[in-house]
């Protein structure tokens, strides 16, 4: 999780050196564009903490998920928020708790779902690491420069 707000933050930064019209511009990608691709891994990450804690549920379903949030502070604060609270419930997890199944409704599936919890975290970092991969690379096609992704580097995130 403290991986997760490292890497966030730094495509934020990035994507703030851009004009709005350039981070919503289309560039072939996915979700589109940078805004687009952003508030997607924001739903996406408020849709699963309402899945796995007390947080409550997007309103927007997930064919609206590229435009969850319009306004660009809007969506830094929002996703500042969610990392914090990704990271306390991370924290706070058990190895009894991961060691247990999750049932949630899917809309995606029209079906209930039955996972291991273990699968669902791995699920959500890694879905998170394979659009932040897309965002970085149109962050870089557009001229900004974000951090390096290195994971060997998380030791330096220790708080």
Not at 21 to 39: Q, T, V
Not at 140 to 146: E, H, L, M, R
Request: proline share 3%.
């Amino acid at each position: 999780a403290r991986y997760n707000r490292w890497q966030n933050a730094s495509l934020y930064a990035a994507a703030d050196s851009l004009s709005d019209e350039e981070r919503r511009k289309d560039r072939g990608a996915f979700f589109k564009s940078i805004h687009a691709s952003l508030n997607h891994l924001l739903w996406a990450d408020h849709m699963w903490l309402s899945r796995i804690s007390d947080a409550p549920r997007p309103s927007t379903p997930l064919s609206e998920s590229a435009s969850y949030r319009d306004d660009w502070d809007g969506l830094k604060r929002d996703r500042l928020a969610c990392d914090e609270r990704l990271i306390a419930w991370a924290d706070a997890i058990t190895d009894d708790w991961l060691a247990g199944d999750l049932i949630w409704r899917s809309s995606l599936m029209q079906s209930d779902m039955i996972k291991p919890k273990w699968l669902v975290v791995s699920h959500i970092f890694n879905h998170q690491t394979h659009h932040r991969g897309q965002i970085h690379a149109m962050l870089t096609a557009a001229g900004a420069k974000p951090q390096d992704t290195d994971l060997i580097l998380v030791e330096r995130l220790a708080t």
